[in-house]
């Protein structure tokens, strides 16, 4: 299934006004929810936001191309049909969700490892980075086991 988070309009003008100031916006968290509906521009938050977690690690596989990754451990369940990309403002940089599928599930018993590619597009790729907390997942999702 192929994925694209559309960037929103409030992304997009956080985007442009860091940029004109000379800074870079920062993606800083990926929420997950349960909402199912058709995602636009215009939105400013998800429709039925269940977690939001820091970014465990980023990637940049080209110059437009990141991989954004998360560790969603805790007693909530839920099958993850939205998503949303979190600028460190906590503005709503790109969202996705689907009518018709779930991504997968998120179970109260076990850790969820999320991972998402995001393209960066309508904007420059230098206008963008990623907080993260350089965080080996294989080690990290080990660890949640056998802690």
């Not at 870079?24 to 509906?37: F, K, M, P, V």
């Not at 939205?82 to 850790?111: N, R």
Request: charged share 20%; glycine share 6%; net charge negative.
């Amino acid at each position: 299934m192929q994925i694209n988070p559309i960037i929103t309009d409030a992304g997009l003008q956080a985007v442009f006004n860091a940029s004109n100031d000379g800074l870079q916006a920062t993606i800083a968290e990926i929420a997950l929810g349960d909402g199912r509906y058709l995602p636009n521009a215009k939105q400013t938050q998800l429709k039925s936001e269940q977690l939001r977690l820091p970014i465990s690690k980023s990637e940049r596989a080209g110059k437009t191309h990141i991989i954004l990754s998360a560790i969603a451990d805790g007693e909530s369940e839920f099958w993850i049909r939205e998503f949303g990309i979190f600028l460190e403002d906590g503005t709503l940089l790109a969202v996705w969700s689907s009518l018709e599928k779930a991504l997968q599930y998120k179970a109260a018993s076990a850790p969820c490892f999320f991972s998402t590619d995001f393209i960066l597009s309508g904007m420059p790729a230098d206008a963008i980075t990623v907080n993260d907390q350089g965080a080996d997942i294989a080690i990290a999702l080990f660890l949640e086991q056998f802690a």
